[in-house]
């Protein structure tokens, strides 16, 4: 670990990233506002996309996403109702529900991304390819940290 820190730059460089976060998924909200749709369901149903055969319970979902169980098990039941999850019993411990993305889940989330795009564009259209590389590689490196 290197120890000649400059904490002073690494506290501006905190206090950026966080108001950069809060406006930011100020303005997705804003977006997906109108999809009844709000950032948890979006994280959960983006977890899915990339594997959309996967299930899982609702306590390791909560888990691997770092977020809490009652906020997870919420979101879900919305997402239940409205078609975008499916939620079925384990077949091998009744005790136990799966819940899995399903292809109007996949299709809302496409909607959201593309109702999202204007933002992306406003936000981050301004950068160079490099500043944009340069970015994807510093916040990458950032997440390894956080694991």
Same mark, same amino acid.
């Given at each position: 670990? $290197?120890?000649?820190? !400059? ?8 206090? $950026? ?8 998924? $100020?303005?997705?909200?804003? #977006? ?5 749709? %709000? ?6 149903? %983006? @977890?899915? =996309?990339?594997?959309?055969? @996967? =299930? ?7 888990? &691997? ?15 239940? #109702? ?16 799966? &819940? #899995? ?8 989330? !496409?909607?959201?991304?593309?109702? #999202?795009?204007?933002?992306? &564009? ?5 950068? =160079?390819? %490099? !500043? ?16």
């Amino acid at each position: 670990m $290197n120890m000649n820190h !400059d904490y002073e730059l690494m506290g501006e460089s905190l206090v $950026n990233l966080i108001i950069c976060y809060q406006q930011l998924a $100020n303005r997705i909200n804003q #977006s997906i506002e109108p999809m009844q749709m %709000n950032m948890t369901q979006i994280s959960i149903l %983006n @977890h899915f =996309s990339w594997q959309p055969a @996967h =299930s899982t319970t609702i306590g390791k979902l909560a888990q &691997v996403m770092e977020m809490n169980q009652p906020a997870v098990t919420k979101a879900v039941k919305v997402m239940v #109702s409205r078609g975008w999850m499916r939620k079925k019993q384990d077949e091998n411990d009744a005790r136990v529900f799966l &819940v #899995s993305i399903t292809k109007g889940g996949l299709k809302q989330l !496409d909607l959201a991304r593309e109702a #999202s795009t204007p933002l992306l &564009v406003s936000t981050l259209g301004e950068l =160079s390819k %490099n !500043d944009l590389g340069q970015l994807n590689k510093l916040l990458i490196k950032l997440k390894k940290t956080l694991r």
